[in-house]
């Protein structure tokens, strides 16, 4: 199985326990793994999860600071993602963005999803969203 979060607006004890529940690896596709919210440095994240963290670059999008979306080597980056399914049942694939319609994450999970023959869920552990969900 194959997740997609973003962590904006997400409580870290919400990510650990969602990483956990699904006994997943945290992949972290962002280009580069910093964050102006400290718990989501790369350092943090591996300290926090493990070897359940995982920083994928290759899944990263070259333009994240705007402009066409640019994947730096997908190819590798599913030959990654695949060796890690070896010892991991599931994935949670990890960005900043809140709102995955925008997110480069939404075509990565889409084409895992689809090469690794497997099923993905965007996943939304927002307290806003979960939320603005509720008085729908």
């Keep these: 199985m194959l997740y997609t979060i973003g962590y904006t607006g997400t409580k870290i004890d919400d990510l650990v ?5 699904t006994n997943a690896i945290l992949c972290d596709i962002r280009f580069s793994p910093t964050s102006r919210n400290p718990v989501y440095t790369k350092k943090q ?4 999860f493990d070897e359940r963290y995982f920083h994928l670059g290759s899944l990263g ?3 994240y600071r705007g402009g066409p979306i640019d994947i730096v080597d997908y190819a590798k980056g ?12 599931a994935a949670v694939i990890l960005c900043v963005c809140a709102d995955v319609t925008t997110c480069h994450r939404k075509g ?4 895992l999803s689809q090469d690794l023959h497997m099923r ?3 996943v ?4 806003k969203t979960a939320q603005q969900a509720m008085l729908l």
């Design 78 to 89: 599913m030959r990654t993602i695949e060796g890690l399914l070896v010892h991991w049942p």
């Design 61 to 63: 999008n070259r333009n």
């Design 120 to 122: 993905l869920e965007h």
């Design 124 to 127: 939304s552990l927002s307290r």
């Design 45 to 48: 994240l591996q300290a926090r």
């Design 17 to 21: 326990a969602f990483v956990h529940s």
């Design 108 to 111: 990565v999970g889409e084409k």
